[in-house]
Nanobody
Framework: QVQLQGSGPGLVKPSQTLSLTCTVS??????????WSWIRQPPGKGLEWIGY???????YYNPSLKSRTSVSRDTSNNQFTLQLTSVTPEDTAVYYC???????????WGQGTQVTVSS
């Protein structure tokens, strides 16, 4: 059974960098045919895809967030991470990590991490 566990600070100050880690168990992040994704849901709004990292380490980002986003991985610990720079209160959201089973099924999700951007 694949499990994803997101972790990171719940409060970030404006202009700082948001950093979250997703630890995966029950399957390797280097295995075909899976991508590993970050998604967020601002309060009162729908889900927004942020980006993902593939089994081979390639990355793809939402064009609207690309300039501030970086997704990386630590294969030795079976983790992938999100960094979002220069945050504003508009980045306040529940952040989810999820597995994409190709071609496009989001089949496993982490529990969600509430991140609030506030001074």
């Amino acid at each position: 059974q694949v499990q994803l566990q997101g972790s990171g600070p719940g409060l970030v100050k404006p202009s700082q960098t948001l950093s979250l880690t997703c630890t995966v168990s029950g399957g390797s992040i280097t295995t075909l045919p899976y991508y590993w994704s970050w998604i967020r849901q601002p309060p009162g709004k729908g889900l927004e895809w942020i980006g993902y990292i593939t089994y081979s380490g390639s990355t793809y980002y939402n064009p609207s967030l690309k300039s501030r986003t970086s997704v990386s991985r630590d294969t030795s610990n079976n983790q992938f991470t999100l960094q979002l720079t220069s945050v504003t209160p508009e980045d306040t959201a529940v952040y989810y990590c999820a597995r994409v089973s190709l071609p496009s099924a989001l089949d496993y999700w982490g529990q969600g991490t509430q991140v609030t951007v506030s001074s």
